[in-house]
C-alpha cells in the first residue's frame, strides 16, 4: 500500500487489493475502491473523502 501526499489537496490510498478503512473509533468506513482519495483539508462533504472542494476554499499544505 502507498499514500501519497498530494501539494495543496487529498492524500492518495494506493493498495493492492480493497483497502479497510477505519474511523477514529476503528469503525469500518464503507469502500469497495483499490484507490481512494482522503480528505486534508476538513471540509468535503463526503468525508473522510475528498470531494474536490479544497480547491474551492483555497486549501494549501506541503
Ligand atoms: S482534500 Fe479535497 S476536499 Fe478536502
Request: hydrophobic share 35%; charged share 20%; proline share 6%.
Amino acid at each position: 500500500m502507498r499514500i501519497t501526499t498530494y501539494p495543496n489537496g487529498p492524500l492518495i490510498v494506493r493498495g493492492g487489493g480493497e483497502i479497510d478503512l477505519r474511523d477514529a473509533g476503528g469503525a469500518p468506513v464503507a469502500n469497495t475502491r483499490r484507490t481512494v482519495a482522503l480528505c486534508r483539508c476538513g471540509v468535503s462533504a463526503i468525508k473522510p473523502f475528498c470531494d474536490g472542494t479544497h480547491k474551492l476554499v483555497g486549501f494549501t499544505a506541503d
